[in-house]
């Protein structure tokens, strides 16, 4: 399984650096978006590949309608592990980020169930910044990848950002993807311009965001799940900042992680370099 190539143009470097995120063309065939959605199936029955594990059990939530989202599915799925690993989705957060190499930070699979005429908050994804949840990190200078399964719009949850929002930089509290009362988020955060913006995807297209663009989701009103696999992709150069807020790939760099330490070994691997 493969990522469709795809050489960034200088226009989408543009809106990814005024808006904050860019839309792929079709990433994946149709072929690798079937065996993607068998992947879902098999990851939450908990039919793993390898002996491996994930670093946080398979969530069981007790509300069906509630999101599930597990880290690191690569470590536990042959199929995650090809797209998520892939060289060209390297190559490409490359030339988004004008970095000359990129490493996994982690991936997530996402199922947003459907939830129909429910009126439930369940599905909802609160506003925030991804890297209000990475400031172990050493740079903002990071991407994720939002990889849709199926036609999505805001009749299934589709992802949306507040556009421009990266320029604003860190903000304090932003770690609330869990919180899922947007409107209590919006006035908590819309202390600038304040422009919402669906991300409006074809099965196989992609969402490039930074990692400080504002964004969140709202409620699946249909009767099928909302299936996504997420890239969370940094520079090669990416090391620990001590003394910030935790993340657990902190652990990973060993028993006793220092103030600058690459996030450079087997749970980092490298996806591109202009230098190699």
């Not at 909802?124 to 999505?152: E, P």
């Amino acid at each position: 399984m493969n990522v469709i190539p795809y050489r960034v143009t200088e226009d989408d470097k543009a809106r990814f650096q005024q808006d904050g995120y860019w839309i792929s063309p079709k990433l994946l065939d149709d072929d690798a978006i079937a065996r993607l959605s068998r992947a879902h199936d098999r990851i939450w029955r908990r039919d793993f590949d390898g002996d491996g594990y994930s670093m946080h059990p398979v969530p069981s939530p007790s509300d069906p309608l509630a999101i599930k989202k597990l880290d690191n599915g690569w470590w536990i799925n042959d199929e995650v592990r090809a797209v998520v690993t892939d060289p060209e989705l390297g190559r490409m957060a490359a030339e988004l980020l004008n970095e000359d190499e990129i490493r996994l930070w982690h991936d997530q699979v996402i199922c947003k169930p459907g939830a129909g005429d429910a009126e439930t908050k369940a599905g909802n994804v609160g506003w925030h910044q991804d890297y209000g949840y990475w400031r172990a990190s050493s740079t903002t200078n990071m991407v994720t990848v939002w990889i849709a399964l199926q036609d999505t719009d805001l009749t299934n949850g589709a992802m949306m950002t507040i556009l421009g929002s990266h320029k604003w930089g860190e903000v304090e509290g932003s770690d609330t993807f869990f919180d899922q009362d947007m409107e209590k988020l919006r006035a908590k955060f819309a202390k600038r311009d304040w422009t919402e913006e669906p991300c409006i995807l074809k099965a196989g297209q992609a969402s490039f965001h930074h990692a400080l663009t504002f964004h969140g989701s709202g409620p699946n009103r249909t009767n099928e799940p909302r299936l996504s696999i997420v890239a969370h992709l940094m520079p090669g150069h990416t090391s620990f900042r001590m003394g910030r807020q935790r993340h657990d790939n902190v652990r990973l760099l060993g028993p006793r992680p220092y103030d600058g330490q690459r996030f450079d070994n087997e749970y980092f691997p490298l996806l591109y370099s202009k230098l190699r």
